[in-house]
C-alpha cells in the first residue's frame, strides 16, 4: 500500500525552529518529485515546497524562502522540511504528498500540525 | 504566486450538475495543462480527482469531469451524490517552477 505518514510537528515560539518528517512506503521515493503543502485553521491548500527524486531540484514558495528548507534521505524513504524563523502565519497543518508522472500530487499523507504561538 | 480564483460556493440537489470554475493567469492555467483538481471532505487529507486538465485517476468515478478554455480551468460533477459533499481545489504549475492553488469552492449537496 503506497502510504505517507507525517509527524514532527507540535508547539513551537515565534522565532524558532522545528523540522517534519515524511516517511514513504509502497513505491520508489527515490522516482518521484515530493511536495510539501499547507492548510491554516479553516483556510485553503497553500503549496509551500517540492524537492525532484534525486535531490538535486528544490523550489519554495515566496512566503517560506529563505526560511523553509526541504530535503531528502532516499535511504530512509523520508522527506523532511526544515522550519526556521517561525511566525504565527506559519501555523497550519502541513501535508507531504507525493508528485506523480503527470505533476499532480497523486498521494497525500494525513498531515501533522504546527502551531507558532507565545 | 497569487491563489488561483475559485467560487466560495457551489450547491445543486442529488442528480443534478454542478461546475465550480478555476481562472489564473497566463503564468499558470493559461499556459501548461499541469491543472489538477482535488477533492478534500471535512477533516481530511485532500484527494487527486482530476490531472491534467481532463484525465481521472484510477477509481474516480466518471461522473467527475475537466475542460480548460485560456486562463479558466473548470471542474463538473455530474449527477451529483451526497458523498460529493466536500471542499475542491483547483492546482496549477507555474512559470515560476512552483505550483499555485485555488481559493477553494464548498460543494453542498441540497
Known amino acids: 500500500e503506497v502510504q505517507l505518514v507525517e509527524s514532527g510537528g507540535g508547539l513551537v515560539q515565534p522565532g524558532g525552529s522545528l523540522r517534519l518528517s515524511c516517511a514513504a512506503s509502497?513505491?520508489?521515493?527515490?522516482?518521484?518529485?515530493m511536495h510539501w503543502v499547507r492548510q491554516a485553521p479553516g483556510k485553503g491548500l497553500v503549496w509551500v515546497s517540492q524537492?525532484?527524486?534525486?535531490?538535486?531540484?528544490?523550489s519554495y514558495a515566496d512566503s517560506v524562502k529563505g526560511r523553509f528548507t526541504s530535503s531528502r534521505d532516499n535511504a530512509k524513504n523520508t522527506l523532511y522540511l526544515q522550519m526556521n524563523s517561525l511566525r504565527a502565519e506559519d501555523t497550519a497543518v502541513y501535508y507531504c504528498?507525493?508528485?506523480?508522472?503527470?505533476?499532480?500530487?497523486?498521494?497525500w499523507g494525513q498531515g501533522t500540525m504546527v502551531t507558532v504561538s507565545s | 504566486q497569487s491563489a488561483l480564483t475559485q467560487p466560495p460556493s457551489v450547491s445543486g440537489s442529488p442528480g443534478q450538475s454542478v461546475t465550480i470554475s478555476c481562472t489564473g493567469t497566463?503564468?499558470?492555467?493559461?499556459?501548461?495543462?499541469?491543472v489538477s483538481w482535488y477533492q478534500q471532505p471535512p477533516g481530511t487529507a485532500p484527494k487527486l480527482m482530476i490531472y491534467?486538465?481532463?484525465n481521472r485517476p484510477s477509481g474516480v468515478p466518471d461522473r467527475f469531469s475537466g475542460s480548460k478554455s485560456g486562463n479558466t480551468a473548470s471542474l463538473t460533477i455530474s449527477g451529483l451524490q451526497a458523498e460529493d459533499e466536500a471542499d475542491y481545489y483547483c492546482?496549477?504549475?507555474?512559470?515560476?517552477?512552483?505550483?499555485?492553488f485555488g481559493t477553494g469552492t464548498k460543494v453542498t449537496v441540497l
Open positions: 504528498a507525493k508528485g506523480g508522472p503527470t505533476a499532480a500530487l497523486d498521494i
Open positions: 509502497g513505491f520508489t521515493f527515490s522516482s518521484h518529485w
Open positions: 524537492i525532484k527524486g534525486d535531490g538535486s531540484s528544490t
Open positions: 497566463s503564468s499558470d492555467v493559461g499556459t501548461y495543462n499541469r
Open positions: 491534467e486538465v481532463s
Open positions: 492546482s496549477s504549475f507555474t512559470t515560476s517552477n512552483t505550483y499555485v
